[in-house]
């Protein structure tokens, strides 16, 4: 059975985080989407998970050493104590740290594998956001196809530089953006009633969304304990709105119902 850290924001609702590893060195959870990581500069009553983990820890024992955006869940990792907080960020800031996502982007995507080598700069015109610019810097993601559906595609990707919403912005360039995620050229949200034939609703009920935030996870994050220098992998199971999704197309948009419905 998972553990789970129990936190409390400012209204006293509690969130309840699962705890992928832990001990006096490093605290490594799985993060809940839409969950910041960080405070919002614009918005810092908005509830993130650094605030919330001081809660808990007190301010003096946990240190940020990474960041996911908060739409995307998944493996997040925080130092708790200064030695192990330099340890760690030395390994991400020399790219040593070994990162894998998974994303459901729209469109098939022909190639099984490939490699996404482009430039990033901030968005001249969108404030926060990024875009592909020969003027920006280095960003390399690695992809490759794990199951095609129609009209989509499951990746598992591998970024080998740490930009801000590099992943996102790469598979933007792709041509095939994340399915769900607005900023980089995907939907805002997506409904069972687009997939399911025959889909009906009682009287005066309404469909809410499967899901509506960045179909992206951190699946895992390879790092070297920072007091003991052994290598370890952190892993993180997908939430229940990502996994509902890949249900659905694998009912509804699998190849070969297409393909029996095509020779009929």
């Known amino acids: 059975m998972a553990h789970r850290l129990i936190l409390r924001d400012l209204t006293g609702k509690k969130r309840r985080v699962e705890i992928l590893y832990e001990d006096e060195h490093l605290l490594a959870l799985n993060k809940p989407a839409p969950l910041l ?13 650094y605030r919330l983990i001081q809660g808990v820890l007190g301010r003096d024992s946990v240190f940020v050493v990474h960041r996911l955006d908060a739409g995307t869940s998944g ?10 907080h330099r340890a ?42 990024v875009m592909v610019s020969a003027h920006g810097k280095e960003a390399i993601t690695d992809f490759e196809v794990l199951e095609r559906f129609v009209g989509y595609t499951y990746l598992r990707l591998r970024p080998r530089t740490g930009r801000p919403h590099q992943i996102r912005a790469h598979l933007q360039a792709l041509g095939h953006p994340i399915a769900t995620d607005p900023d980089y050229g995907g ?14 609703l009682a009287e005066g009920e309404e469909e ?26 952190l892993s993180a199971e997908p939430p ?10 694998r009912e509804y948009r699998a190849p070969s119902q297409f393909l029996s419905a095509g020779d009929e």
């Not at 405070?39 to 993130?48: A, E, S």
């Not at 939907?187 to 009906?200: H, I, M, N, Q």
């Open 208 to 233: 809410r969304p499967f899901i509506a935030r960045p179909s992206l996870h951190a699946r895992s994050l390879e790092i070297r304990h920072p007091a003991t220098g052994k290598r370890m992998t």
């Open 75 to 84: 493996v997040i990792v925080f130092a708790k104590n200064p030695e192990a």
């Open 37 to 49: 990581t960080l405070p919002d500069r614009w918005d810092p009553k908005r509830p993130n998970l």
């Open 88 to 129: 760690l960020c030395r390994q991400f800031q020399s790219h040593e740290v070994r990162r894998v996502y998974e994303a459901i982007v729209a469109g098939e995507v022909n190639k099984d594998r490939g490699r996404i080598d482009k430039p990033i700069a901030p968005h001249p015109k969108k404030p926060g956001l």
């Open 240 to 249: 229940k709105d990502f996994l509902t999704f890949l249900r659905i197309l």
């Open 187 to 200: 939907r805002e949200r997506l409904y069972l009633s687009e997939f399911k034939p025959g889909f009906a």
